[in-house]
């Protein structure tokens, strides 16, 4: 019911960068927790990073020093800034939104990194 809109997905380099971004409804926004999720074909769906209400981030291991997540509330928007992407980090990217519980995802943004 609650669609969460997704963008920025693409085809770059290894070493190269692109930003995600993710747009949400406003009645629900400035509560929730936000995140990017990945998947690849075959496995979980795995946290990349989330942005609390008030800003405190948390990252998987494996994008730390890489990826940075934010968000700007006056627009509904949360962004994941993606740089120095691996082809590790070829998976399609959801933008989650949650609070207590409630949970509502976006539709997939699809990002390749290429050797």
């Known amino acids: 019911q609650v669609q969460l809109v997704e963008s920025g997905g693409g085809l770059v380099q290894a070493g190269g960068s692109l930003r995600l971004s993710c747009i949400a409804p406003?009645?629900?926004?400035?509560?929730?927790?936000m995140g990017w999720y990945r998947q690849t074909p075959g496995n979980q769906r795995e946290l990349v990073a989330t942005?609390?209400?008030?800003?405190?981030?948390n990252y998987a291991d494996s994008v730390k020093g890489r990826f940075t997540i934010s968000r700007d509330n006056t627009k509904h928007t949360v962004f994941l800034q993606m740089n120095s992407l691996k082809p590790e980090d070829t998976a399609v990217y959801y933008c989650?939104?949650?609070?207590?519980?409630?949970?509502?995802w976006g539709q997939g943004t699809q990002v390749t990194v290429s050797s």
């Open positions: 989650n939104a949650n609070f207590f519980q409630r949970n509502y």
């Open positions: 406003g009645n629900i926004f400035s509560l929730y927790t």
């Open positions: 942005i609390t209400s008030g800003g405190s981030t």
